[in-house]
């Protein structure tokens, strides 16, 4: 699976929106991207995903460059309980490594008052 | 219950001692999953069962067993614990039959502490 490159925190106020970036260079033509996120003592959650086009659900929206080799996670009007660790995890809906996600180190993003 | 549930909430564990930690859903997911994560770390795959029946090695399996006897339940055993087991144990589950593979819901962890 291809790996992932997040930056490791990132900062956002109360109301405004929070961009996470995620780089996956290596990412293959069935592969997706999946997004998670882990608030501080509770198991993870999943947020969205897509493989090209951009999603957008309610939690979150989910841009993908054409190329591929690059998405951002958008939380449009962040708030304090949006503050968690965000996982960009890239896995390919079949063959032997379905199911298996490989979380990395993530992004921690701080939403201020 | 709705969705995970896993028990114990916490424990410490004398070194050499045998742990199980349980792990139930009701959600009817055919796969399972065990996760640990340690400090400042992302979390990393123990062992996976696709369906009931089944389970397969993840990417850190050694020192743990797991079994599958039924759809609802997976638990984890460590057979003789390290204090290198010391870590926060997430169990998952997804819903292979409708295509959400890798959608999993997440359990609230035990955390575990091997002295």
């Not at chain 1, 809906?93 to 199911?99: F, V």
């Not at chain 1, 996600?101 to 201020?112: D, H, I, M, N």
């Not at chain 2, 709705?2 to 930690?21: K, V």
């Amino acid at each position: 699976d291809a790996k992932t490159t997040q930056p490791p925190s990132m900062d956002c106020a109360e109301g405004r929106a929070a961009n996470l970036p995620c780089n996956h260079s290596t990412i293959s033509g069935n592969e997706y991207v999946y997004w998670y996120r882990q608030i501080h003592s509770q198991g993870p959650q999943y947020i969205i995903h897509g493989l090209k086009n951009n999603e957008t659900n309610e939690m979150a929206s989910l841009i993908i460059t054409e190329d591929r080799k690059s998405s951002t996670l958008i939380l449009p009007h962040a708030t304090l309980r949006d503050t968690a660790v965000y996982y960009c995890i890239v896995l390919s809906d079949r063959g032997s490594t379905l199911g298996r996600l490989y979380f990395g180190r993530g992004t921690q993003l701080t939403v201020w008052p | 219950i709705a969705g995970i549930t896993q028990a114990p909430t916490s424990q410490i564990l004398a070194a050499g001692r045998r742990m199980t930690l349980r792990c139930t859903q009701d959600m009817r997911h055919n796969a399972m999953y065990w996760y640990r994560q340690d400090l400042g770390l992302g979390l990393r795959l123990i062992h996976y069962s696709n369906t009931a029946g089944t389970t397969g090695k993840g990417e850190v399996p050694d020192g743990y067993s797991v079994s599958r006897a039924n759809t609802d339940d997976f638990p984890l055993t460590l057979a003789s614990a390290v204090p290198s087991q010391t870590s926060v144990y997430f169990c998952a589950s997804s819903d292979r039959t409708s295509g959400k593979y890798n959608e999993q819901f997440f359990g609230p962890g035990t955390r575990l502490t091997v002295l």
